[in-house]
């Protein structure tokens, strides 16, 4: 029904800049889109969110002004333009879609998700 592949990651040094993509094939209409990343023996974590529709986007607020999620309605794609990257970013980085529901920020409210691209910000 709805598959999501991740690109775009990488290694780079601090204060550096990668823009991670999201394919997502299938039905999205009226949906949301969201990133969330994991660090080694940590949980998952929210970093953005945005409305397929209306392009309302939330943010954790460690990465408000560094990071930026937008959206390709046209070619279901959905971006995250990571701008000063911190090492404490290093995670892998997860695109998941919501069909219903209205935590944002709860990866339990998202019904797909993707395979995951490593990003690793060095000091």
């Known amino acids: 029904q709805v598959q999501l592949v991740e690109s775009g990651g990488g290694l780079v040094q601090a204060g550096g800049s990668l823009r991670l993509s999201c394919a997502a094939s299938?039905?999205?209409?009226?949906?949301?889109m969201g990133w969330f990343r994991q660090a080694p023996g940590k949980e998952r974590e929210f970093v953005a969110a945005?409305?397929?529709?209306?392009?309302?986007?939330r943010y954790l607020d460690s990465v408000k002004g560094r990071f930026t999620i937008s959206r390709d309605n046209a070619k279901n794609l959905v971006y995250l333009q990571m701008n000063s990257l911190e090492p404490e970013d290093t995670a892998v980085y997860s695109c998941?879609?919501?069909?219903?529901?209205?935590?944002?920020?709860?990866?339990?409210?998202?019904?797909?998700w993707g395979q995951g691209t490593q990003v690793t910000v060095s000091s």
């Open positions: 945005i409305s397929w529709s209306s392009g309302t986007t």
């Open positions: 998941a879609l919501m069909l219903s529901g209205s935590r944002f920020d709860s990866p339990y409210e998202y019904d797909y």
């Open positions: 299938g039905r999205t209409f009226s949906s949301v």
